[in-house]
């Protein structure tokens, strides 16, 4: 097993990451990401985004899109959960073969999010993401899109690291948002991401209106 002080320096790499240097970072940690994170770092954001999507989606037929689903943490637990129609998105195919060997997806796609998805518009009812959001990652102008797919009363339900949240513009996309009246902003949490290291992260609920 992993120990925290590698666990540590994984997470340190993978937010500082600079132009080119993602993919084989992820290529590198698919086979042991879910190791060094949940059970070296005690990462339980994917946890806390799936019970919390649950609490304002729990029709289990819903279906759902995970957007950087990387190895399948955040559906693991809506399939616990008992959901069914759930796809995953990631830009990396290697984490994407892990998500696929969990047998909890009727469909992954290999997609960049920062990109035009090729999903049709209002496609799903729900959409999930952890760890997508953060330092060197995503940033907000991807909420574009994710509301594209979503149909109109549709819920998304996503982590976004605490420290970046106001600093790359997250607090003012969804302030905008609001404020065209393209979405209503439901719950906005704080949680701890990992226990075994300080990493919080706000949980944000929106509904496309």
Known sequence: MTNIKQSKSLLKRAYN??????????KDWA???DTDLVDSLGY???VCVADIAHSFCSDVSTRILDVG?????VAQRLSQLGYKQISGLDFS????????SKNIYVDLMNADLTKTLSINTSAYDLIVSCGT???SHVGPEAF????RVIR???????SINAEIYESNGFDKKLSQLECAGKILIESRVKIKLTINEPVDGFVVVFKKL
């Open 152 to 158: 109109s009363g549709g819920i998304a339900c996503v």
């Open 44 to 46: 339980v954001g994917p």
């Open 17 to 26: 990451l600079k132009e080119g240097e993602a993919k084989p970072l992820y």
């Open 69 to 73: 689903c990387g190895t399948g943490l």
């Open 31 to 33: 086979s042991s990401y």
């Open 144 to 147: 574009d899109e994710l509301l």
């Open 133 to 135: 959001f953060t330092h």
């Open 93 to 100: 195919k290697e984490m994407l073969e892990v998500a696929r």
